[in-house]
């Protein structure tokens, strides 16, 4: 089992740049399949990125292709959001997630076992 802490949120005008980071515990960090989910106000939570085991391969939804990065240091049982030209619309709560179903592009909410408590990301205009 595994859990998550979610970090990094924050205030951010439109153009600029915000970290998240997503610390977990467990001893098998390196074997899970991680990834950030977000839910704005009234809407659905949504995929935005997945990261496999080893880091090598990530997908991205299209609304943040090019902006956004994921990223994960397994020695330090962390995986990132590096988030560049924010946007109004990317305000929301940000959620990281963890399974441990090895298979690339993992990006339905039900396809994920363990989650973090959120972390609020708004962006001003």
């Known amino acids: 089992q595994v859990q998550l802490v979610e970090s990094g949120g924050g205030l951010v005008q439109a153009g600029g740049s915000l970290r998240l980071s997503c610390a977990a515990s467990?001893?098998?960090?390196?074997?899970?399949?991680m990834g950030w989910f977000r839910q704005a106000p009234g809407k659905e939570r949504e995929f935005v990125a997945t990261?496999?085991?080893?880091?090598?391969?990530?997908y991205y939804a299209d609304s943040v292709k090019g902006r956004f990065t994921i990223s994960r240091d397994n020695a330090k049982k962390t995986v990132y959001l590096q988030m560049n030209s924010l946007k109004f619309e990317d305000t929301a709560v940000y959620y990281c997630a963890a399974t441990q179903t090895r298979r690339y592009g993992l990006r339905y909410l039900n396809e994920y076992d363990y989650w973090g408590q959120g972390t609020q990301v708004t962006v001003s205009s």
């Open positions: 990261i496999s085991w080893s880091g090598g391969i990530t």
């Open positions: 467990g001893r098998t960090f390196s074997s899970y399949t």
